[in-house]
């Protein structure tokens, strides 16, 4: 019997497959850091840049299997949810600018 798992390498879909664990024990802590943190802090888009990359990975790995129709419609939506949240940010907090 042979040991060697098939799929990529990494304990599944927690854990991106090329990332190594310790970044991605960083960015959970820096995710639950903001997540627990009390009150509304505008340093956190600050704080999660860094981890949103480690933690999209797995999510462009998945899209990439998919068709080239499902990846425009999935960056479309992201791309209009994202444009109408920073125009909600600049409206709701003036001082975001």
Request: glycine share 10%; with cysteine.
């Amino acid at each position: 019997m042979s040991s060697r798992r098939s799929g990529p390498a990494g304990c599944g879909r927690c854990c991106p497959s090329r990332s190594t664990w310790p970044l991605v024990v960083d960015a959970g802590t820096t995710v639950a850091v903001v997540a627990l943190s009390v009150g509304f802090n505008t340093g956190n888009a600050r704080l999660l840049q860094p981890a949103s990359f480690v933690l999209l990975i797995p999510i462009a790995a998945g899209l990439a299997a998919r068709r080239p129709t499902t990846q425009y419609a999935v960056v479309a939506v992201v791309v209009l949810f994202g444009a109408w949240y920073g125009g909600y940010a600049v409206m709701v907090y003036p001082f975001a600018i």
